[in-house]
C-alpha cells in the first residue's frame, strides 16, 4: 500500500531533549515536505526537499533540522526542543510538482 | 504562488450540494488550483486539482471561472463524514516546493 510513515505518533518530551521524527514513504517520490500544524495557524511548512541531498527552508525552519541521504526517508530533527515547538507535525510526499501530496498521519509532539 | 482567500466556515445540509469557493484572483497562466481536506487532527487528504478546465473524479467537482480568478469545489451529495477543514492551494508547476496552505475553511455537515 502506498504510504508516508511517521514516526513516532505521539512524544511528551522535556526541554533540550534531542528527538528525531521518522518520515518514510514507499513511492519512490523525489519531494518530501515538513509541515507543523498549531490551532488558528493552519499547516505551515518548515523544511522541504526535491531530491537527494537537496534541502530548503520553508515558512518556519528556525529550531529544526532535516536530511535527505536517500530517497524514501526525511527525519525531522529538533537538536534542543522548546516548548513553543509542541505542535502536530506532518510530512508529505510527491512524485513531481504537478502531482498532489501525501500526508502522513501526523506526530504529536508535546515539550514540558 | 498566488494567495487564496476562502471564508472561514460554512454549514450544509446532509444530502445537499457543498459549494466552496475559493477566490485566487492573482492567479498566473501556469498556475494549477488544487484542494484538499483534513478530517480532525488527520493528515491533509487530496481531492482535487485543474489548471483551466472543469474537473471531476469520484470524490468532488472542481469549476474554474473563465478568468480563472476564483473556483468552487463541489461536494455532489454531502454526508457527514465530510464534515472537515477544506484547504484550497494555487500553486506553479516548477521552482521550488513551498506550499502555503492557509487556515482553509471548515465546512460543517449537518443531518
Known amino acids: 500500500e502506498a504510504q508516508v510513515t511517521q514516526n513516532p505518533r505521539y512524544l511528551i518530551t522535556v526541554t533540550g531533549k534531542k528527538l528525531t521524527v521518522t518520515c518514510s514513504q514507499n513511492?519512490?517520490?523525489?519531494?518530501m515536505s515538513w509541515y507543523r500544524q498549531d490551532p488558528g495557524l493552519g499547516l505551515r511548512q518548515i523544511y522541504y526537499?526535491?531530491?537527494?541531498?537537496?534541502?530548503d527552508k520553508g515558512d518556519v525552519p528556525e529550531g529544526y533540522k532535516v536530511s535527505r541521504k536517500e530517497k524514501r526517508n526525511f527525519p525531522l530533527i529538533l537538536e534542543s526542543p522548546s516548548p513553543n515547538q509542541t505542535s502536530l507535525y506532518f510530512c508529505a510526499s510527491r512524485k513531481s510538482l504537478i502531482q498532489p501530496q501525501h500526508f502522513g498521519d501526523g506526530t504529536r509532539l508535546s515539550i514540558l | 504562488d498566488a494567495k487564496t482567500t476562502q471564508p472561514p466556515s460554512m454549514d450544509c445540509a446532509e444530502g445537499r450540494a457543498a459549494n466552496l469557493p475559493c477566490n485566487h484572483s492573482?492567479?498566473?497562466?501556469?498556475?494549477?488550483v488544487y484542494w484538499y481536506r483534513q478530517i480532525h487532527s488527520q493528515g491533509p487528504q487530496y481531492i482535487i486539482h485543474g489548471l483551466k478546465n472543469n474537473e471531476t473524479n469520484e470524490m468532488a467537482s472542481l469549476i474554474i471561472t473563465e478568468d480563472r480568478k476564483s473556483s468552487t469545489l463541489i461536494l455532489p451529495h454531502a454526508t457527514l463524514r465530510d464534515t472537515a477543514v477544506y484547504y484550497c492551494i494555487v500553486r506553479a508547476p516548477q521552482g521550488t516546493d513551498k506550499l502555503i496552505f492557509g487556515t482553509g475553511t471548515r465546512l460543517q455537515v449537518f443531518p
Open positions: 513511492m519512490n517520490h523525489e519531494y
Open positions: 526537499s526535491m531530491n537527494v541531498e537537496v534541502t
Open positions: 492573482t492567479i498566473s497562466g501556469n498556475e494549477y
